[in-house]
T-cell receptor, first 113, second 111 residues
Framework: GDSVTQTEGLVTLTEGLPVMLNCTYQ??????LFWYVQHLNEAPKLLLK?????KRTEHQGFHATLHKSSSSFHLQKSSAQLSDSALYYC????????????FGAGTQLIVIP | DAGVTQTPRHEVAEKGQTIILKCEPV?????LFWYRQTKIQGLELLSY????????DGGAFKDRFKAEMLNSSFSTLKIQPTEPKDSAVYLC?????????FGAGTRLSVL
């Protein structure tokens, strides 16, 4: 069945360094990938989404490129800020953009001064 | 626009009790999801409704967890009987297009 893997449970970075959070997936159907971000004591909210192979999508300084050849949708940012500290979830929509969502286990990003 | 509203924000239950969590989706959204959030498992799908019809009932969660959507603007999640392992944050989300809008969640502690 469909699944999403986030290999890092916790990433700790110094402010100003680049961010890369890994996301790989398995699916037999059409591919819609998402990143959701959850700050402490807040609800998760959409950060990025994509269904187009090899096209970079950007929002709020973060970017990700869907690579169907490697089944990946890694989240990146050139320079981490303290306010980026949050829980990040990668998700896959099964079958279509309106299908059942499969979430990864999440990666906790902590940015330190 | 009002977002997804969940009540209560916190719930404490004794083992064996029945608890009911409530969710009001964003007006006009057709899809509604219930998730359980833990640090170890992340987000686990409990139930999924489309236009008030139950599309998925969460497999392993079926025996003690029951979600209902009484009308397009209100849903409940009943856990009966509660067990200590049910301690988690329960998130409700509604969907417009391909974007989920989450509520702030209910933190459940089962003693």
């Amino acid at each position: 069945g469909d699944s999403v893997t986030q290999t890092e449970g916790l990433v700790t970075l110094t402010e100003g360094l680049p961010v890369m959070l890994n996301c790989t997936y398995q699916t037999a159907y059409s591919t819609f990938l998402f990143w959701y971000v959850q700050h402490l004591n807040e609800a998760p909210k959409l950060l990025l989404k994509s269904s187009t192979d090899n096209k970079r999508t950007e929002h709020q300084g973060f970017h990700a490129t869907l690579h169907k050849s490697s089944s990946s949708f890694h989240l990146q940012k050139s320079s981490a800020q303290l306010s980026d500290s949050a829980l990040y979830y990668c998700a896959l929509s099964e079958g279509s953009a309106l299908g059942r969502l499969h979430f990864g286990a999440g990666t906790q990003l902590i940015v330190i001064p | 626009d009002a977002g997804v509203t969940q009540t209560p924000r916190h719930e404490v239950a004794e083992k064996g009790q029945t608890i009911i969590l409530k969710c009001e989706p964003v007006s006009g959204h057709n899809d509604l999801f219930w998730y359980r959030q833990t640090k170890i498992q992340g987000l686990e799908l409990l139930s999924y409704f489309r236009s008030k019809s139950l599309m998925e009932d969460g497999g392993a969660f079926k025996d003690r967890f029951k979600a209902e959507m009484l009308n397009s603007s209100f849903s409940t999640l009943k856990i009966q009987p509660t067990e200590p392992k049910d301690s988690a944050v329960y998130l409700c989300a509604s969907r417009r297009g391909n974007t989920l809008y989450f509520g702030a969640g209910t933190r459940l502690s089962v003693l």
